[in-house]
């Protein structure tokens, strides 16, 4: 798994968790990172100053190695790549892998109170198709409201888990022909406007990790409903 953005491309050497640390006002995309490796916890962190991001302590801590990345230098905010995907990182998450080295999409994105969100399909840990709208809403599950007809169909349900009300989106995401993914975030009923923002950001900025040949594709997998 690797970060990009504002002249650097940060490499994951571990298990990482890496959270956005600075504020609006100073440092709006400054990072901290915290990795555990040999049984001992490490921190780092990166700095933004005037465009440019910089590691601040040695590559070994943290979970974090950086080398220069020149496409990135007039990149002004974080982007992910890992498996041959990219994506956008949204605010006000952190990113979570437990598998750097993964051939497969491993990365998910945690808020606050178990707020989540995370990809699903054949590109991402886990595998296997994505599946059509009617499989997405699970026992106990209340549709909530849904969009067949755009471009990136979705979806939002309402459930209760040991008492508390869940929100949950479902977003399809075509990567290519016949290249499908889904993205889904979860938060607790009330918090939901920011999740939902951030599947939106994920969609949006979900791409191959490859010179793009043609306009990205619009391509209809299920029937409108």
């Known amino acids: 798994m690797e970060i990009i953005g504002y002249g650097l491309r940060l490499t ?19 990072l901290l990172s915290a990795s555990v490796a040999d049984g001992r916890l490490t921190n780092n962190v990166v700095t933004v100053d005037d465009g440019r991001a910089s590691l601040m302590m040695e590559p070994a801590v943290g979970g974090l190695r950086a080398t220069a990345e020149p496409a990135a230098d007039d990149q002004t905010y974080w982007t992910l790549s890992q498996a041959g995907m990219l ?11 437990a598998d750097p080295d993964a051939t497969v999409w491993s990365v998910e994105f945690h808020g606050a109170d178990g707020a989540l969100v995370m990809l699903r399909g054949p590109r991402c840990a886990g595998g296997g198709l994505v599946p059509p709208p009617d499989q997405l809403i699970g026992p106990g ?7 067949m007809a755009a471009d990136e169909m979705w979806m939002e349900l309402r459930h209760v888990r040991e008492g508390e009300a869940w929100w ?6 075509v990567l290519a022909p016949n290249d499908l993914l889904v993205v889904t975030g979860q938060a607790r009923e009330g918090d939901e406007d920011d999740v939902r923002r951030a599947v939106d950001v994920v ?20 029937s409108r409903r």
Do not use: I, N
């Open 12 to 30: 994951a050497t571990d298990a990482v968790q890496v959270g956005r640390a600075g504020d609006a006002g100073k440092h709006p995309d400054m």
């Open 87 to 97: 994506c956008r990182w949204p605010e006000g998450m952190r990113v979570v892998t």
């Open 141 to 147: 599950q209340e549709l909530l409201a849904s969009d």
């Open 168 to 173: 949950q989106r479902h977003r399809y995401a």
């Open 203 to 222: 969609v949006r900025g979900l791409r191959l990790d490859v010179p793009p040949a043609a306009p990205r594709p619009k391509r209809r997998f299920f």
